[in-house]
T-cell receptor
Framework: KAGVTQTPRYLIKTRGQQVTLSCSPI?????VSWYQQTPGQGLQFLFE???????NKGNFPGRFSGRQFSNSRSEMNVSTLELGDSALYLC??????????????FGPGTRLTVL | GENVEQHPSTLSVQEGDSAVIKCTYS??????FPWYKQELGKGPQLIID?????GEKKDQRIAVTLNKTAKHFSLHITETQPEDSAVYFC?????????FGTGTSLTVIP
């Protein structure tokens, strides 16, 4: 089974621009979560999508948004980029079955640099 | 909400020695505790996990223990090898929401 894939792997933008990142989950996985990883803050939860609906949301400003498509693929958008948005953005997928225990698998991440 | 603390932040061991990383959590509703290994330039990789109805789980050189009463869980790596060098993250979860520790950078010295 193919793992979680993320595109692009690297991205350089300037302040004020916007960016869209893409994530394809493991086949059959219905939940996609997004995280921001920085050296100082560790892994910070952005949001989770399940069946095209945002189910959970972290404490990030409204400039960070996302969506999920009917095939479970997800995109994350950041508008009006700031220098502090430079980070590794990780996507993780899980089955999100009715079980309480849902293994979550990560993609390789998209390294965003804002100049 | 849930708060996960992880210690130590850095750990150096000699090859062949054991390494132990500890995490505590605050929300008694958390019932699933995975551990991830992240190598440079890669995403975190799930290496072992434990459910709240189990006290210990082993997989070859890796083991995890859970003390629900004290709300802490630990990762144990025995007979460490240079390829174990990486950043390790613990997490606590309930439902499909995950809360991560701040990571431990493990260096295994040959």
């Amino acid at each position: 089974k193919a793992g979680v894939t993320q595109t692009p792997r690297y991205l350089i933008k300037t302040r004020g621009q916007q960016v869209t990142l893409s994530c394809s989950p493991i086949s059959g996985h219905r939940s996609v979560s997004w995280y921001q990883q920085t050296p100082g803050q560790g892994l910070q939860f952005l949001f989770e999508y399940f069946s095209e609906t945002q189910r959970n949301k972290g404490n990030f400003p409204g400039r960070f948004s996302g969506r999920q498509f009917s095939n479970s693929r997800s995109e994350m958008n950041v508008s009006t980029l700031e220098l502090g948005d430079s980070a590794l953005y990780l996507c993780a997928s899980s089955l999100a079955s009715r079980s309480s225990y849902n293994e979550q698998f990560f993609g390789p991440g998209t390294r965003l640099t804002v100049l | 909400g849930e708060n996960v603390e992880q210690h130590p932040s850095t750990l150096s061991v000699q090859e062949g020695d054991s390494a132990v990383i500890k995490c505590t959590y605050s929300d008694s509703a958390s019932n699933y505790f995975p551990w991830y290994k992240q190598e440079l330039g890669k995403g975190p990789q799930l290496i072992i996990d434990i459910r709240s109805n189990v006290g210990e789980k082993k997989d070859q050189r890796i083991a995890v223990t859970l003390n629900k009463t004290a709300k802490h869980f630990s990762l144990h790596i025995t007979e460490t090898q240079p390829e174990d060098s990486a950043v390790y993250f613990c997490a606590a979860s309930h439902g499909n929401q995950f809360y991560f520790g701040t990571g431990t950078s493990l260096t295994v010295i040959p």
